[in-house]
């Protein structure tokens, strides 16, 4: 019965998992707190290797990239990656707009939480970033400073001999042996990780800010299932929604119970080159789209921002709301660069409208107790995009 069950494709092997998960939970809530054990030792090594994976990935497809190979397919992703936040932030003015919520304020906040005071803030962490000590950011698994030195020394060794370039590409390919193992063990991670997510009390407190979650989820699904397919549409010109579902099934399942993007650059790595991309693109779009593509972080941004303008009765005009959805954007690049994500760059937004901090970190507390589906949902749309939008332009340019 288990060799049939590793005869299964992954994504059969998962949905199993996850099915068993649930009904685990349901049925034996109280083994949850060991099964958890399997959904913490997948998460740690995929974190574990993803600093490593992204740093030779990245090295080695630089230093034998050949001209005209794929830098034409770079900046039009970034493009893409751009145009779907903004996009996402502005969908969400509209579904705040149509939807108003109320917050319940008064919520305690942590005061370990540092927010940045502003984007300046944001723009200046992103920068001191790039020039990190290269062991430290592989240790610390800060992607900015990772991508910054994999390029630079890339470059470097463009100039280096043909065996040192065959050696990076043999380090290359030995991560990627070593990933192929890690993703293998997917299921049972999976299974530890939804036990525990479907057994944990605290889901009953999200009743209380349905209308919220509803906001927020729904927004997220209507980027997902309706921006991002007229944007691969228009990109490859073909029928979006097979490689959508395909995106969703494999990439978005896995980011949206391990909630974090870098731990799923592997995942999506690999889901890339089977869906034919060209590993030179799909090395540095990937990793790259990780750090800074965050549509969900947009959405969840302008959803909490909006949701405590309309509790306090701050009036927002039209043009007030698109200024929101760039600096929405802009904050969720910075995201990744920022202890606690998308929930601590909500005070940035809110001085948009002169709400103090103390009501802003107020928002965060609460975004803290709903983060167990919005943190989930929002990891599982921007990691899917990644890798949709990359694979949508390799082969509309193709």
Same mark, same amino acid.
């Given at each position: 019965?288990?060799?049939?069950?590793?005869?299964?494709?992954?994504?059969?092997?998962?949905?199993?998992?996850?099915?068993? #998960?649930?009904?685990?939970?349901?049925?034996?809530?109280?083994?949850?707190?060991?099964? !958890?054990?399997?959904?913490?030792?997948?998460?740690?090594?995929?974190?574990?290797?993803?600093?490593?994976?992204?740093?030779?990935? /990245?090295?080695?497809?630089?230093?034998?990239?050949?001209?005209?190979?794929?830098?034409?397919?770079?900046?039009?992703?970034?493009?893409?990656?751009?145009?779907?936040?903004?996009?996402?932030?502005?969908?969400?003015?509209?579904?705040?707009?149509?939807?108003?919520?109320?917050?319940?304020?008064?919520?305690?906040?942590?005061?370990?939480?540092?927010?940045?005071?502003?984007?300046?803030?944001?723009?200046?962490?992103?920068?001191?970033?790039?020039?990190?000590?290269?062991?430290?950011?592989?240790?610390? +698994?800060?992607?900015?400073?990772?991508?910054?030195? @994999? /390029? @630079?020394?890339?470059?470097?060794?463009?100039?280096? =001999?043909?065996?040192?370039?065959?050696?990076?590409?043999?380090?290359?390919?030995?991560?990627?042996?070593?990933?192929?193992?890690?993703?293998?063990?997917?299921?049972? #991670?999976?299974?530890?990780?939804?036990?525990? &997510?479907?057994?944990?009390?605290?889901?009953? &407190?999200?009743?209380?800010?349905?209308?919220?979650?509803?906001?927020?989820?729904?927004?997220?699904?209507?980027?997902?299932?309706?921006?991002?397919?007229?944007?691969?549409?228009?990109?490859?010109?073909?029928?979006?929604?097979?490689?959508?579902?395909?995106?969703?099934?494999?990439?978005?399942?896995?980011?949206?119970?391990?909630?974090?993007?870098?731990?799923?650059?592997?995942?999506?790595?690999?889901?890339?080159?089977?869906?034919?991309?060209?590993?030179?693109?799909?090395?540095?779009?990937?990793?790259?789209?990780?750090?800074?593509?965050?549509?969900? @972080? !947009?959405?969840?941004? &302008?959803?909490? &921002?909006?949701? @405590?303008?309309?509790?306090?009765?701050?009036?927002?005009?039209?043009?007030?709301?698109?200024?929101?959805?760039?600096?929405?954007?802009?904050?969720?690049? #910075?995201?990744?660069?920022?202890? #606690?994500?998308?929930?601590?760059?909500?005070?940035?937004?809110?001085?948009?409208?002169?709400?103090?901090?103390?009501?802003?970190?107020?928002?965060?507390?609460?975004?803290? /107790?709903?983060?167990?589906?919005?943190?989930?949902?929002?990891? +599982?749309?921007?990691?899917?995009?990644?890798?949709?939008? =990359?694979? +949508?332009?390799?082969?509309?340019?193709?």
């Amino acid at each position: 019965m288990f060799s049939a069950f590793l005869r299964l494709s992954l994504v059969s092997r998962i949905m199993i998992a996850i099915v068993l #998960g649930v009904a685990v939970a349901i049925l034996f809530p109280e083994s949850a707190p060991y099964l !958890s054990l399997l959904g913490d030792l997948f998460i740690k090594a995929l974190k574990s290797v993803a600093p490593i994976l992204v740093f030779i990935l /990245v090295m080695a497809s630089i230093a034998n990239f050949k001209i005209g190979s794929s830098n034409a397919y770079i900046k039009p992703i970034m493009l893409m990656y751009a145009i779907g936040m903004f996009l996402a932030a502005l969908s969400a003015v509209i579904a705040s707009s149509l939807f108003p919520s109320t917050l319940f304020l008064g919520v305690a906040t942590q005061a370990d939480l540092t927010p940045p005071g502003s984007l300046a803030e944001i723009l200046k962490n992103l920068l001191l970033s790039f020039v990190a000590n290269p062991v430290v950011a592989i240790a610390e +698994a800060n992607f900015i400073g990772i991508l910054a030195w @994999a /390029v @630079a020394l890339g470059i470097a060794f463009r100039h280096a =001999t043909e065996s040192t370039k065959a050696l990076l590409n043999d380090a290359a390919n030995a991560v990627n042996r070593v990933i192929r193992l890690v993703i293998n063990f997917a299921p049972f #991670g999976i299974f530890g990780l939804v036990a525990v &997510t479907f057994a944990d009390a605290g889901l009953s &407190t999200l009743a209380s800010y349905a209308q919220l979650l509803a906001v927020l989820l729904g927004t997220m699904f209507f980027v997902a299932l309706v921006i991002n397919p007229i944007m691969v549409a228009f990109v490859t010109r073909s029928n979006p929604y097979p490689l959508v579902f395909q995106c969703l099934r494999e990439s978005g399942i896995t980011a949206f119970f391990t909630r974090s993007s870098a731990a799923n650059i592997p995942v999506n790595l690999d889901l890339a080159k089977r869906l034919g991309v060209q590993e030179s693109t799909a090395s540095v779009a990937i990793p790259l789209g990780a750090v800074i593509n965050m549509a969900g @972080a !947009s959405v969840t941004i &302008t959803v909490l &921002t909006l949701a @405590a303008v309309n509790t306090l009765g701050i009036s927002v005009d039209f043009s007030t709301m698109l200024i929101l959805s760039v600096v929405a954007t802009v904050s969720a690049c #910075g995201a990744s660069g920022v202890a #606690g994500g998308s929930l601590l760059l909500i005070p940035v937004a809110c001085g948009l409208f002169g709400i103090s901090s103390d009501i802003a970190m107020q928002v965060v507390a609460i975004g803290m /107790v709903i983060s167990v589906l919005q943190d989930s949902t929002e990891t +599982a749309l921007n990691s899917s995009t990644d890798v949709l939008f =990359t694979t +949508a332009v390799d082969r509309g340019l193709s």
